[in-house]
């Protein structure tokens, strides 16, 4: 493995190229090593869940709220079609909590047990 040499501070992009030598890349005539995607950072665990039941502002319907969740749009609009399909119900996104249509709160806490979330508290 050669070592490049510095490349004086005048020269233009001098301070780059001093600066990616000491990172490990070469001058023009070295090759170049292979960049590596960074790893994924593990989506956050939340800390509590809460599924209850409400009817307030529903006009007298009652619906199951789940508020906690600390997931990526993505994942929790995946967690919305798994709930809808696994309950057989009618289920959204409103603010940062899951709405699921009807008093189904104890399915509710089977099913995001069984996907994995802990400290479900059903209240």
């Known amino acids: 493995m050669k070592k490049s040499l510095p490349v004086p501070e005048a020269a233009p992009l001098g301070a780059l190229a001093n600066a990616l030598g000491a990172l490990g890349f070469r ?3 070295g090759a170049v090593p292979p960049v590596t995607a960074p790893a994924a950072a593990a989506p956050p665990q939340p800390g509590k869940v809460v599924v209850r039941r409400e009817t307030s502002g529903r006009k007298g319907k009652t619906v199951t709220v789940i508020r906690g969740l600390s997931l990526r749009p993505t994942e929790r609009d995946a967690l919305v079609k798994t709930l ?5 119900t009618g ?9 699921v ?4 709160v104890d399915r509710v806490v089977a099913a995001l047990e069984r996907a994995g979330v802990r400290r479900v508290i059903a209240g």
């Open 84 to 88: 809808k399909t696994g309950l057989g």
């Open 27 to 29: 001058d023009a005539g």
């Open 101 to 104: 249509q009807g008093d189904l």
């Open 91 to 99: 289920a959204s996104v409103e603010d940062d909590a899951i709405v």
